[in-house]
C-alpha cells in the first residue's frame, strides 16, 4: 500500500445529502499561508460526507479555513459549546521551524482572526499553544474531522499527526494533511508516504491535501 492519487472529481463525486449552495470566500490575494480555492471546496465536502460533530485545527494562521468550515458547518445533534477547536502559537518561544512557515507565525502573532466576524464565532474555540507541548488526552476520541496544516518540519507533523489518531472520534471520520508535495517540506511528504504504507490514505491531484478517510472510500463510492 502507498498514497493513492486521486483526481478532485472523484472526491467531489462522493454522495452526500446536502443542498448545492455554500458559503465561500475569495483567496487572499498573496496567495501563500492557507488554502486554494479547490482545496477550501474539496474540504467542504469532505465536511459535508463526514458530518462531523467536531472538527480540529492544527494551524488557525488567519482563521480563513476555520471561518470556512464554520461558515458551512453541517448541523449536529451535539450540544457542544464549541464544535471548532483551532490551534496556533502564542509566541515563537523555542519553536523550530522550516522554510517560510516562521514569516506565517510572526504575521499572526497579533492578527484578529477571520473567523470572529461570523455570527457563531461562539463556536470556535481557540488554542494557543505550541502544538509541540499541547496534551491530546482531554480530547481523545473528541473529534471526527482534524486538518493538519501548523508546523511543517517533521517532528511537529510527527506529533501532530500523532496526537491526532489519539483525537480521532470512532465511526466515520477523516484525518486531512496540508502541504503533501510542498517542496519546502520534503519530509513531510515522504512521512505521509511512509503512512500511506500503513493505512488508507489519499492524495487528491492538483492540490496539495492528503487524507485518511474512516467509514467512507473515495473510489469505492464511484
Ligand atoms: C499554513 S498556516 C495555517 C493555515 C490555516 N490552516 C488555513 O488554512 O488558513 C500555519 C500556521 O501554523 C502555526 N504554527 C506554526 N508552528 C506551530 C506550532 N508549533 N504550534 C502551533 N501552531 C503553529 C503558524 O503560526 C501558522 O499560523
Redesign the pocket.
Known amino acids: 500500500m502507498s498514497v493513492t492519487r486521486i483526481r478532485p472529481w472523484q472526491v467531489l463525486g462522493i454522495p452526500d445529502d446536502f443542498h448545492d449552495e455554500i458559503r465561500f470566500f475569495m483567496p487572499q490575494a498573496q496567495g501563500a499561508?492557507?488554502?486554494l480555492s479547490i482545496e477550501s471546496l474539496l474540504l467542504i465536502k469532505v465536511m459535508r460526507v463526514v458530518k462531523p460533530g467536531k472538527i480540529f485545527?492544527?494551524?488557525?494562521?488567519?482563521?480563513?479555513?476555520?471561518r470556512l468550515l464554520l461558515a458551512n458547518l453541517p448541523q449536529s445533534d451535539a450540544q457542544a459549546e464549541a464544535r471548532i477547536f483551532?490551534?496556533?502559537?502564542p509566541n515563537l518561544d523555542e519553536?523550530r521551524?522550516q522554510g517560510t512557515?516562521v514569516d506565517?507565525?510572526?504575521?499572526?502573532?497579533d492578527y484578529r482572526r477571520r473567523y470572529l466576524e461570523e455570527k457563531d464565532s461562539h463556536l470556535v474555540h481557540q488554542i494557543l499553544?505550541?502544538?509541540?507541548k499541547?496534551d491530546p488526552e482531554p480530547y481523545v476520541g473528541n473529534f471526527s474531522m482534524i486538518?493538519i496544516?501548523?508546523?511543517?518540519a517533521l517532528d511537529?507533523v510527527k506529533k501532530d499527526t500523532e496526537n491526532s489518531f489519539r483525537m480521532l472520534a470512532s465511526g466515520m471520520s477523516c484525518v486531512v494533511w496540508?502541504?503533501y508535495g510542498h517542496p519546502e517540506f520534503p519530509e513531510l511528504t515522504a512521512y505521509v508516504d511512509e503512512l500511506g504504507t500503513k493505512m488508507k490514505i489519499f492524495l487528491i491531484e492538483g492540490t496539495k491535501m492528503a487524507f485518511h478517510p474512516r467509514g467512507f472510500d473515495p473510489v469505492a463510492s464511484l
Open positions: 499561508g492557507s488554502l485545527e492544527f494551524g488557525t494562521y488567519k482563521g480563513l479555513t476555520t483551532t490551534l496556533d502559537l519553536v521551524f512557515d506565517l507565525a510572526r504575521e499572526v502573532l499553544q505550541d502544538s509541540m499541547f486538518f496544516d501548523a508546523n511543517h511537529y496540508h502541504d
